[in-house]
C-alpha cells in the first residue's frame, strides 16, 4: 500500500525567502506525481505534473523533481510572497493496467504561510 | 471553458440519513473521480469513473456508490449517514482513464452530518 508523507506539516517564511517542500512515498513504482495547491475551504489547483521517466518540471518560479528510486519529490518555490500562502499537496499517481483504473495517494500536506 | 463543478456546496444531514452529490466534469473529459477529504487530511481516493463505468475503488464500505451518466456527469451516494462521512467531497475529471494528463479538481461539496 502506497504511503505519502510531507515535511515540515507546517512552515512559516519572511516574504521573498526560496524555499523547499519534501514529499517521500513508500512505493517506487508510480506512474507518476502530482503537487496541488489548496488554499482554505477551497477545492485543488494543480501546480505540477511529473511522469514517472522525468526528473523534475518547471513552472514560472516552481520547480518540482522528482528521484523514483530514493522515493522522494521536492518543490522549490522561488522569492517567495503573500500569495503563496495555501496547504501543499503532494499525490503519486498510481494505475492499475488490469483495471484500467487511476488514483492518487495524498499526503497530508504542508501549510506554508508566507510573511510580508 | 467551465471547470469541474460540485453541487451542492454546503449542506448538513441527520446520521441515518442519505446524501447525493453532483458533478460535472469540464467538457470533454471522460473520467471522473470522487475523493474524499477530512479535515486535515489528505484526500482519499473512492471511486473513478470512466465511459460510464466504474475503473477503481478505494477502501470505502459499501455505504458509499456512485454512477456516470451518458454526459459524463457523475453522481455519488452515501447511505446510513455516520458523523465520521463528515467532510470535503471532491470530484475531479480527466480526458482518459490513464490520467498521463493533469487531473482536475472541483471545489468540492462540504458534507456535515450531526
Known amino acids: 500500500k502506497q504511503e505519502v508523507t510531507q515535511i515540515p506539516a507546517a512552515l512559516s517564511v519572511p516574504e521573498g525567502e526560496n524555499l523547499v517542500l519534501n514529499c517521500s512515498f513508500t512505493d517506487s513504482a508510480i506512474y507518476n506525481l502530482q503537487w496541488f495547491r489548496q488554499d482554505p475551504g477551497k477545492g485543488l489547483t494543480s501546480l505540477l505534473l511529473i511522469q514517472s521517466s522525468q526528473r523534475e518540471q518547471t513552472s514560472g518560479r516552481l520547480n518540482a523533481s522528482l528521484d523514483k528510486s530514493s522515493g522522494r519529490s521536492t518543490l522549490y518555490i522561488a522569492a517567495s510572497q503573500p500569495g503563496d500562502s495555501a496547504t501543499y499537496l503532494c499525490a503519486v499517481g498510481s494505475y492499475d493496467s488490469g483495471a484500467g483504473s487511476y488514483q492518487l495517494t495524498f499526503g497530508k500536506g504542508t501549510k506554508l504561510s508566507v510573511i510580508p | 471553458d467551465a471547470g469541474v463543478t460540485q453541487s451542492p456546496t454546503h449542506l448538513i444531514k441527520t446520521r441515518g440519513q442519505h446524501v447525493t452529490l453532483r458533478c460535472s466534469p469540464i467538457?470533454?473529459?471522460?473520467?471522473v473521480s470522487w475523493y474524499q477529504q477530512v479535515l486535515g487530511q489528505g484526500p482519499q481516493f473512492i471511486f473513478q469513473?470512466?465511459?460510464?463505468?466504474?475503473?477503481g475503488r478505494g477502501n470505502f464500505p459499501d455505504r458509499f456508490s456512485a454512477r456516470q451518466f451518458p454526459n459524463y456527469s457523475s453522481e455519488l451516494n452515501v447511505n446510513a449517514l455516520l458523523l465520521g462521512d463528515s467532510a470535503l467531497y471532491l470530484c475531479?475529471?480527466?480526458?482518459?482513464?490513464?490520467?498521463?494528463?493533469?487531473?482536475?479538481f472541483g471545489e468540492g461539496s462540504w458534507l456535515t452530518v450531526v
Open positions: 475531479a475529471s480527466s480526458p482518459y482513464g490513464t490520467s498521463g494528463n493533469t487531473i482536475y
Open positions: 467538457s470533454g473529459h471522460k473520467s
Open positions: 469513473y470512466y465511459e460510464k463505468e466504474e475503473r
